[in-house]
């Protein structure tokens, strides 16, 4: 059974060799036609690790003023418990804030110029509701306390961002159906040539009791073949495509204050593309061949 | 073996090209349909064959009514036949040893024993030492043994041959003829059909002789 896979799929290298300008072309095309949608998800999947820094969740930060001291961050912390529209609180002190920055941004050897921290102390303030007009009251209210020198509503960006995201996932979504539909009818198209230039092989085959599944396995592994080259090219030009982006990425990041990177797609990616682009192969294949041994007449 | 009853095969367009035509064939027995042009000699090989299915009547084959046959079941019906077409059809993109393999690759034949039966089917027909030729240099008598030697190749238990000497020379066609003497020595079943004179007289045949797709009693 082994030998018998092992020839066909020798057969369909022979037979791919013997057109190799003109099957190399649709791999191309295939390629190109894949790299859209492969490349625009691998761009949704480097910006979601960029979000996923952040958190959907909406917070406010409350700034202290400098003069606060330990007693009144303390009664600060109680009245904040005690509030209907507040849900957890966190208190970041300005040397852990500090830190963090330093850590985040790179920054070492500015920090170690300072002679004082110049950050305030700040609670961060996680509400309970999400409604943009009540987490508005809250900030306004919070704002008022005691020794609170600013309130900040963070994350309203971030959950855009998500929601963003989202649309631009399924946006993707919707165009790799679109274009995984045309790559059936593509290689579809280009098993129905190779049927036309070996009609005479099928015809005799059947006649000496050659079974469907025989006539029939050769093309499929040459579509699950043209499929794989195509998803491989896909991947090259992802590949490339992101890491020519990259430095003009690194460059905009570094305004930011991030060493974020584009990433090129990852194994499980990686095979999910080429696993994919194969099984259409595979399909447009069958497809072909499955219209030329039910009306062997027609070639149209 | 092969038994028609009561069989009619009509064309769209109301051509009829077989019309009730009832006969048994034994085993081993070797039987020449004969007639003009267009009497219906083909059609009724591809009945055989289930190239084609009667339009009324029964064609049964070692049993088994081909004419209602699955079509998933009618492979493992021709590798029981060995086909012989006057036009040949082998294929030319292959060398002769690999259109005499074709068979015993589809029935899945281990590749060492394919070879040797292979050799075996080409000693026979006379054309081992051109194994490795390509059919487009053969002549067409050569062509037709190879066509014959694909036949044979999977020991098959009928023959079917059409018009099998249609464009040869004497020479080559007496060759042939005497092939057909050997296999129904062996006990093979064979149907020829041809309107070559000389063949039918050289062959202890059965003669059955078709006029508009009828018997002629």
């Known amino acids: ?300 | 073996m092969i038994s028609f009853d009561q069989v009619s095969k009509s064309y769209r367009g109301g051509h009829e090209a077989l019309r009730n035509l009832s006969f048994e064939i034994g085993d081993g027995e070797l039987v020449v349909v004969t007639g003009h042009t267009g009497a219906g000699k083909t059609t009724l090989l591809n009945l055989i064959a289930a190239i084609e299915r009667p339009t009324s009547g029964s064609v049964v084959v070692n049993g088994q009514n081909v004419g209602k046959m699955r079509r998933s079941a009618i492979p493992y019906l021709r590798r029981n036949l060995g086909l012989i077409f006057q036009d040949h059809k082998l294929l030319f993109d292959r060398t002769v040893f690999e259109n005499v393999l074709l068979p015993l690759q589809i029935s899945g034949f281990p590749h060492a024993e394919a070879a040797k039966r292979v050799r075996a089917a080409l000693d026979k027909v006379g054309l081992l030492d051109r194994e490795k030729a390509h059919p487009v240099t053969l002549s067409g008598g050569e062509q037709q043994r190879v066509c014959i030697a694909r036949a044979i190749v999977n020991r098959p238990s009928i023959l079917l041959a059409d018009e099998p000497t249609g464009n040869l020379d004497p020479d080559y066609a007496h060759g042939i003829i005497e092939m057909f003497r050997s296999f129904h020595q062996v006990g093979v079943t064979i149907l020829i059909a041809t309107h070559d004179e000389h063949l039918i007289a050289s062959l202890p045949a059965r003669v059955l002789t078709l006029q508009h797709g009828a018997l002629r009693p």
């Open chain 1, 1 to 300: 059974m082994i030998s018998v896979h092992w020839h066909t799929l020798l057969l369909a290298l022979k037979r791919f060799l013997r057109a190799p300008l003109s099957n190399l072309l649709t791999v191309l095309v295939i390629g190109v036609a894949l790299s859209l949608p492969a490349g625009l998800y691998a761009v949704i999947d480097n910006l979601n690790r960029l979000a996923d820094g952040t958190t959907g969740e909406p917070q406010i930060t409350l700034f202290l003023q400098t003069s606060a001291s330990k007693g009144d961050i303390g009664d600060l912390a109680d009245r904040l418990r005690k509030l209907p529209g507040v849900g957890q609180t966190d208190f970041v002190g300005k040397d852990s804030a500090l830190k963090e920055l330093v850590k985040n941004a790179g920054i070492e050897d500015l920090a170690a110029t300072l002679d004082h921290n110049p950050l305030p102390d700040a609670f961060i303030v996680r509400p309970r509701s999400d409604n943009p007009v009540e987490l508005e009251a809250l900030r306004s209210e919070l704002e008022k306390l005691p020794k609170v020198d600013s309130a900040q509503l963070d994350s309203a960006w971030a959950k855009r961002f998500y929601a963003l995201l989202q649309v631009g996932r399924q946006g993707v979504t919707v165009l790799a159906i679109l274009l995984a539909l045309a790559l059936t009818a593509i290689i579809g198209n280009t098993i129905r040539l190779q049927i036309l230039t070996l009609r005479d092989e099928i015809e005799v085959s059947t006649l000496i009791g050659a079974t469907d599944a025989f006539i029939r396995r050769p093309f499929l592994y040459f579509g699950a073949l043209q499929g794989l080259l195509g998803g491989m090219v896909a991947w090259l030009v992802v590949a490339a495509s992101l890491l020519l982006l990259n430095s003009a990425v690194a460059d905009l990041a570094q305004q930011y204050g991030t060493a974020f990177r584009l990433q090129v797609p990852g194994p499980g990616g990686s095979l999910g593309l080429l696993g994919g682009a194969a099984l259409l192969g595979w399909l447009g294949a069958y497809v072909a061949v499955g219209r030329h041994l039910k009306h062997p007449g027609r070639h149209g």
